[in-house]
């Protein structure tokens, strides 16, 4: 792949969710985005803006009803995400692409132990051996800074910072080549959001991974976005170079949300 090739391309996605007696609700409409391989880029905007809808709609959760989203796979095949047979989108999923959700529990299996929730997706890639996929759940939870001797503790007796960064393990053992975030710090005190961050830029440097990362907080995007993009009911009013939107924004949005010291 050419480094002038994007690694996925959104090409006019829109979605409109069913709205009783309003002729037209878009949460999204006619986005246009291009994701480089090593780049991060930030989806902010207020609650309500479409970020979330619009990172679902990527990752093939929510079938957009306008628009199309195209992932050059590892072997170089340049796929239609929503066209793909389910079967193929969930192996994507759980091989090629990380989802971190924004509440940990719901990227957890929570019924199982932290070694087990690493592992699995080892497992989908065909790894067997038990004493591989146990080495590998605890190597991975050191890189997360979690201690390996709780590889056989229960999620639910860990912390939510402790969660958010075994989800992260979870997602970034397999080695994906894009990595799609939910506001990954929210929720979390100031401390622990800082350590988490600290975590996802260096993991994401060494690996030169591509990651989506929506937030409503400029801080997450200044730290860790290489673009942002900013997004208003639904559209996407601006975006460009992380310091330039955030030093100089052009749109009036853009500019009220530079300006406010709390995001609505």
């Not at 050059?72 to 796929?79: H, T």
């Not at 894009?178 to 975590?199: I, K, N």
């Not at 929506?214 to 290489?226: E, F, N, Q, Y």
Request: aromatic share 4%; proline share 5%; charged share 25%.
């Amino acid at each position: 792949m050419s480094a002038a090739e994007p690694l996925l391309q959104v090409d006019g996605l829109g979605h409109r969710f069913p709205h009783p007696g309003v002729s037209e609700r878009w949460a999204v409409r006619d986005a246009q985005l291009a994701l480089h391989a090593g780049e991060v880029v930030a989806i902010v905007g207020e609650s309500g803006s479409g970020k979330s809808t619009l990172l679902n709609c990527i990752a093939g959760r929510i079938t957009p009803t306008a628009g199309r989203v195209h992932y050059r796979a590892a072997d170089g095949r340049w796929l239609d995400v929503h066209a793909l047979p389910e079967r193929e989108r969930r192996t994507l999923a759980r091989t090629e692409w990380g989802f971190v959700e924004q509440h940990a529990a719901e990227g957890l299996r929570m019924n199982v132990s932290a070694g087990a929730n690493v592992g699995e997706r080892l497992m989908a890639l065909g790894e067997r051996h038990h004493g591989t996929l146990r080495q590998s759940a605890c190597d991975w939870m050191q890189r997360v800074e979690l201690d390996p001797a709780r590889v056989d503790d229960n999620p639910r007796d860990f912390s939510g910072g402790m969660r958010q960064r075994l989800q992260i393990a979870r997602n970034l053992v397999t080695g994906p080549r894009l990595v799609l975030m939910d506001e990954p710090t929210s929720g979390l005190d100031v401390s622990v959001q800082a350590r988490l961050l600290d975590l996802v830029r260096v993991l994401v440097s060494r690996m030169q991974l591509c990651a989506l990362i929506v937030t409503h907080d400029l801080g997450v995007a200044r730290l860790l976005a290489h673009r942002t993009v900013v997004m208003r009911e639904g559209r996407i009013v601006e975006q460009g170079l992380t310091d330039r939107v955030l030093d100089d924004p052009q749109h009036p949005y853009t500019q009220l949300l530079v300006s406010s010291v709390v995001m609505p």
